[in-house]
């Protein structure tokens, strides 16, 4: 079967898993904070950066620290759900389906659903950025080029993280473990980027690029710095070697 | 009698070696925070449980409450998986009964999770504040904030099995409940009506607050427990009605 007929079957069966309107309330709900206290903005000037960037990169701050991987980990859970369900990865193995192409294809999925809860978070930004404009009275929109940057830039350092994710998921086949140790991994992100070498963490990518950013943006702070010459090397391998693993893995608990 | 079947019904979904896992994790915090940044809470005069629980508190409430969402999920997503909730209705069993086990074994859980933490609360306190304390005052504190901290946990408990009572699937509850966690997770800890969302208790801690702002959040508690188990008693009732 064709790869791209692959992912749009995909596609359907979670068309009914409301999976959707899960990760548009993770992204409403949060934004809602940073609407009422947004008098806090304009405290920052220890920190040297403009009320209206303080704004954005704190809303980026806290979806990449914990939210983004939460209901990341979420879209794992539904995919592996739905196929266990009925015993339909059985089904599936009895059809003339590659299950390395399968595993792919649910990967690219889970990236797709990662954009889609990023777009929904750009979008929200601008909903959350046009509120504060009025009560605040004071401009706080900024240009789409530095907001689907920053986006951007989540979703890329994201990807090594949503790797391991997916190894997890696919190699423990008892859920409870693998939805417990991708959770768990997630909450030490705060205390990895601390360290010196936070680059082995995959887990803290995305927050450690989106810190770095704030660096950038506010000129009283230190900037971390994201030119560790190794780190670009090991992300791609981890989501390299993860990806291979776990499609080696697909379908390994069931096969049994 | 029916705790037991409860026990036994959860013997093969992992739920017990996540719990000594997440407590283990949980303590370790504390510890390697002592270890590699002792000298800078050594300086401070506070009492060593006040300065253990500002330091660490926030992590391990966030993993305790994390392992608690996970666990009402899975509680219930075993009823759910092969209809086996369609199989309790028709015996002579209430499903308020069933919720209300699941809760106390939920609780059970939480206590052994709980007690890990507490000990290595009191390890790392005799080890890097041994002179200033003795050994049984510390013990009796450590219990009080615990137990303070164990019943703040209870309506994040039962909400979370409320919601995974009423969902069928895996992953709603656990979706609702990460955002709700996020949610508490941005509510400032000292903003006490804010504080007051169920998932947002489980981040108070006993030590260095006020009589009165303890005694408010512990009515506040006892007062969201019964709320939540009525209204599962009502959901459960109205559910029943038309299903």
Request: glycine residues 6%.
């Amino acid at each position: 079967m064709n790869f791209l007929s692959l992912i749009g079957i995909e596609c359907r069966k979670i068309r009914r898993s409301k999976i959707l309107l899960l990760l548009a309330a993770a992204v409403i709900i949060y934004w809602i904070p940073s609407i009422l206290n947004a008098r806090l903005n304009f405290t920052m000037q220890a920190e040297g950066i403009s009320p209206e960037h303080n704004f954005m990169i704190q809303g980026f701050l806290g979806m990449s620290w914990f939210i983004f991987p939460a209901s990341m980990m979420v879209s794992i859970v539904l995919m592996h759900q739905t196929e266990r369900a009925e015993r339909g990865m059985l089904k599936m193995m009895a059809l003339p389906v590659n299950m390395a192409k399968l595993c792919l294809a649910k990967f690219i999925l889970l990236l797709m659903l990662a954009v889609l809860q990023l777009l929904l978070m750009v979008g929200m930004y601008y909903v959350s950025a046009a509120i504060v404009t009025r009560t605040q009275n004071y401009a706080f929109c900024l240009p789409a080029g530095l907001i689907f940057r920053e986006a951007g830039l989540l979703f890329v350092s994201s990807v090594p993280m949503l790797a391991v994710f997916w190894l997890l998921s696919v190699c423990i086949s008892t859920p409870i473990f693998s939805i417990g140790a991708g959770l768990a991994s997630v909450v030490p992100s705060v205390i990895a980027i601390n360290t010196k070498i936070w680059y082995v963490y995959p887990m803290c990518y995305p927050f450690y690029v989106i810190t770095a950013e704030y660096g950038k943006l506010a000129e009283n702070l230190s900037e971390p710095d994201l030119r560790y010459p190794l780190w670009i090397p090991i992300a791609i391998g981890v989501a390299v070697v993860s990806l291979l693993i776990s499609c080696l893995m697909f379908g390994q608990a069931e096969r049994r | 009698m029916n705790l037991l079947i409860e026990c036994k019904k959860i013997k093969r979904t992992g739920l017990f070696p996540t719990f000594f896992i997440g407590g283990i994790l949980a303590g370790l915090f504390p510890l390697l925070d002592m270890t590699f940044r002792a000298e800078r809470y050594r300086k401070s005069s506070q009492p060593p449980i006040e300065i253990l629980f500002s330091a660490d508190w926030q992590m391990m409430a966030m993993l305790n409450t994390l392992l608690i969402i996970i666990c009402a999920c899975f509680l219930y997503y075993g009823e759910y998986a092969d209809h086996a909730i369609q199989k309790m209705c028709s015996l002579p069993i209430r499903e308020s009964r069933l919720f209300l086990e699941k809760f106390m074994l939920m609780s059970f859980l939480c206590l052994f999770v709980f007690v890990i933490e507490g000990a290595a609360f009191t390890y790392c306190a005799l080890r890097w504040f041994g002179g200033r304390m003795d050994f049984f005052p510390l013990l009796t504190g450590v219990f009080k904030n615990f137990g303070y901290c164990f019943f703040l946990m209870l309506p994040a408990g039962l909400l979370s099995l409320l919601t995974a009572s009423a969902c069928g699937n895996l992953w709603t509850p656990l979706g609702i409940g990460v955002i709700c966690l996020c949610l508490a997770t941005m509510i400032p800890v000292n903003n006490p009506w804010l504080s007051l969302f169920p998932y947002a208790l489980p981040f108070q801690m006993l030590a260095g607050t006020r009589a009165e702002t303890v005694i408010f959040f512990v009515t506040a508690g006892a007062v969201e427990c019964v709320v939540i188990l009525l209204a599962e008693l009502l959901f459960l009732r109205v559910r029943r009605a038309f299903a």
